[in-house]
């Protein structure tokens, strides 16, 4: 899949000329992703499990841009969702909560800069961002009737799933920026930054900071466990981790936790895809 | 498997200890290691403990190597003293009488650093012959950490694990073969997550809850990590290694 192809259907300017249908918008996606993204949205995501797993390896050791477009394409939704979450008042009665979401803030708001210098004339404008996906969800209390402690477990969560998200989204596209080493070392630079914003994110959630099997985790929708799928594999490199030995450190809870998994560009993309309006 | 053949006695002379144990993890120096290596008189004496010495190094010391085998040394190494250390934390007293949350942390970080460990072992037993993987049971030298004592370990443990985040992000560029790159990615990443956890205790103790990822490890004007060539974090935990090795074949 080409994503700038896709990203360029959100730009601003496509976006007032079209008053794009959402099938319009997803209309240079790949058809397998094309559907899901069609009938999906904002929920439904049930089929998702399956179609990642058959969704094969695109664009391997190709394209830097298109790894640089997907993180910008992630860092603007970032940036977007601290910000709007810390405007939204939903924080103010966490002080911790507050001051974790302004480092992040912070990182993220930085990471988008960074990436549209990398990217130069291919970068794109700021996406329109939904964070209700479709009015299903009201994380920043928009709502008068929304309960803030609804809005504040649903803020928490979609910070989870982000930081997840982008872990496996920057490790799925390092090959991607290897032919340039100092590309690469800043890739590899914000994806660590990306995990131990996950790490405490899910702390913030009473989570471990560590993903264990393919696990979600409690209290998170059902639509981000696309953002789990596979994390429970155990071989590397082939070598099947469980069998080096026989105590804690080789059962399937600790040999699944000790390694993050990575996502496809394009599973990483449709992902995305589900918060643009 | 491949049969190790290297086997390595304890480094039984005095100055090598004492050589090897100068700064700690402080972030100085350039790479106490490699320097030893240039220092024939240093090494010259007691180097007889390795045999089938056919990695590269002088005197019997065993060389990581360059590329995808110099990397792939390199984090079996940094894997072993992670290793070592929580193996240690989780045998001292301060780990035995600690929280509950905390208890499990540091119980989880064992779990990974020993899984960690040995899969380098065996990815590199199963792609290299056995004198060009590093020893397994490399000996460390612990004796700054006070394994009885919270802040010692959580410290330790701090420094441990961001020095582990910078060295895989170092060392990424390195690396040849695209699956390395992956499995390095997939570690580094948890090995961010450990040092976000326990930052995350320490910033709790200093009502700084931006600690997880603060600005000292995390430009605020990048957004950046640290990354560290292979020399800066050998010389940063230079300290802790007693079997000596050499890098000279990385940056």
């Known amino acids: 899949m080409s994503i700038i192809k896709f990203l360029e259907e959100f730009t601003t300017d496509n976006l ?8 319009a918008m997803f209309g240079s996606l790949s058809s397998l992703t094309k559907k899901a993204a069609v009938a999906a949205v904002p929920f439904g995501l049930a089929t998702m499990g399956n179609k990642a797993k058959a969704a ?3 664009s391997a050791y190709a394209d830097p841009t298109s790894a640089l477009q997907l993180a910008l394409l992630l860092e603007y939704i970032e940036k977007d969702f601290y910000i709007q979450a810390l405007d939204s008042g939903v924080l103010s009665t966490y002080p911790k909560s507050e001051a974790v979401y302004m480092q992040i803030s912070k990182h993220e708001t930085a990471h988008v800069a960074l990436l549209q210098g990398a990217l130069g004339d291919a970068a794109f404008d700021a996406p329109s961002i939904d964070f209700t996906l479709g009015g299903n969800f009201d994380p920043f209390a928009e709502k008068s009737d929304t309960d803030p402690m609804i809005a504040y477990g649903q803020i928490l969560a979609l910070a989870q799933a982000f930081e997840d998200l982008g872990v496996r989204a920057y490790k799925g596209q390092a090959t991607n920026v290897m032919s340039d080493p100092a590309l690469l070392t800043v890739a590899l630079q914000i994806h660590s930054v990306e995990a131990r914003h996950a790490s405490e994110i899910r702390k913030l959630r009473g989570l471990d900071g560590w993903i264990t099997g393919s696990e979600r985790g409690e209290g998170m929708p059902f639509f981000t466990q696309a953002v789990y799928v596979n994390e429970e594999n155990t ?3 082939g070598v099947d981790v469980t069998m080096l030995g026989d105590d804690a450190p080789f059962g399937f809870e600790s040999s699944t936790q000790a390694y993050d998994e990575t996502l496809t560009l394009d599973d990483a993309g449709e992902i995305a895809a589900l918060f643009l309006s | 498997m ?13 100055n090598r200890r004492k050589f090897l144990k100068v700064g700690g993890l402080a972030l100085v120096g350039s790479g106490l290691l490699l320097a030893c290596d240039d220092d024939e008189e240093m090494m010259g004496d007691d180097d007889g403990g390795m045999e089938g010495d056919d990695g590269g190094g002088d005197d019997g010391v065993f060389d990581l190597g360059g590329g995808d085998r110099g990397v792939l040394n390199y984090a079996y190494a940094l894997e072993q003293l992670e290793a070592a250390f929580y193996t240690n934390v989780l045998n001292g007293t301060y780990w035995g009488g600690a929280g509950e949350m905390e208890k499990k942390i540091l119980e989880d970080l064992y779990n990974h650093e020993v899984n960690h460990r040995e899969f ?7 792609t290299y012959s056995s004198e060009l993987v590093l020893p397994a049971n490399l000996e460390f030298d612990f004796s700054t950490v006070d394994f009885n004592d919270r802040d010692s ?10 020095t582990g985040v910078s060295a895989y992000n170092g060392a990424g560029k390195i690396i040849e073969t695209g699956a390395y790159l992956v499995i390095a990615g997939k570690i580094v990443s948890v090995e961010a997550r450990h040092a976000a956890a326990i930052r995350s205790i320490i910033g709790g103790d200093m009502d700084d809850f931006t600690f997880f990822a603060g600005d000292d490890v995390v430009d605020p004007a990048t957004g950046l990590d640290m990354a560290l060539d ?9 300290g802790f290694f007693i079997t000596p090795f050499t890098a000279n074949e990385l940056p």
């Open chain 1, 16 to 23: 007032m000329n079209k008053a794009s249908s959402r099938r």
């Open chain 1, 56 to 58: 094969t390896t695109s």
């Open chain 1, 235 to 237: 071989t590397h490199g």
């Open chain 2, 2 to 14: 491949k049969k190790q053949k290297i086997t390595v006695t304890t480094a039984n002379g005095r």
């Open chain 2, 120 to 126: 380098f072992k065996a990815a590199l037993n199963a």
């Open chain 2, 153 to 162: 370990v959580l410290g330790t443990a701090r420094l441990l694990e961001d």
């Open chain 2, 230 to 238: 292979p020399s800066a974090v050998i010389g940063a935990a230079g």
